[in-house]
């Protein structure tokens, strides 16, 4: 059995609990990076094993990472679908995911949401995934694990509804500072290609999808969220995170 990471991961959480719940399948697995510009289609077969890890944003995966899955063609191949979220909901987009994976000849077999900082404020979920939450997915990891031993294909219920929720609207990217080194690196990075690769201190608004790749990588700390656009996520997740939010897991 071959083992595959498939993550789509602006800002490096969905990654770190893909390839966290990989390595507890088998002893060496696979990473597929599914936010790169250039993604390539990839097949897999029904003696393969997938963990695929979306972002939620607003209750949906993004559509960049759609896509991408939708590059993805499985011959009967076990799915593991994971939805990383910052605390809020969830929403459709553990079933939207597993929705892409049906349709692209994926069992799903298990499912869960694990909660990782949120990636516009870093402050609400800070320090998930934590000891508590490792746990919980390596937990999460064993029983799929004896799932797939014991031929148990059952496709597990998860939450959301069809038609799934409008997916967050395009128009506000972050903004560049004076403090721009012009070094390309988020331009490089850009799921979205909303960055030029000769303008890299410009980025279209119409493309972004407030990934915040770029804010995180930025090595001189030139990019931010217009200053309203921040205060009303923080207001809106002061009014919708309380407490400390627990993961959801579907087998």
Known sequence: MTVFALHFSPTGSTKQIAERIAASLDLE??????SVRSLKSFDFDAKDTAV????V????????????LKMCRANGTCALSVA???????????????????????????????V?????????????????????????????????????FTEPEVPGHRPYRDAPAAGVAPLVSSACIKCGLCAENCPAAAIPLNAPNTTDASKCFMCMRCVRLCPAKARALPEPVLKHVEELLKNTVKGRTKNEIYL
């Open 29 to 34: 697995f696979k990473s597929i990076d599914l």
């Open 52 to 55: 695929v890890a979306m972002p």
């Open 57 to 68: 944003f607003v209750g949906r995966i993004p559509a960049k990472a759609a896509e991408a």
């Open 84 to 114: 990383v979220f910052g605390a809020r909901a969830v929403e459709d987009a553990l079933l939207e995911t597993n929705d892409i994976l049906k349709a692209q000849g994926f069992k799903t077999i298990a499912s869960a949401a694990f």
């Open 116 to 152: 990782a900082r949120h990636s516009v404020v870093p402050s609400v979920a800070e320090g998930r995934p934590d000891a508590d939450d490792l746990t919980q997915i390596d937990a999460f990891a064993k029983n799929a694990a004896d799932k797939i031993m014991r031929k148990d």
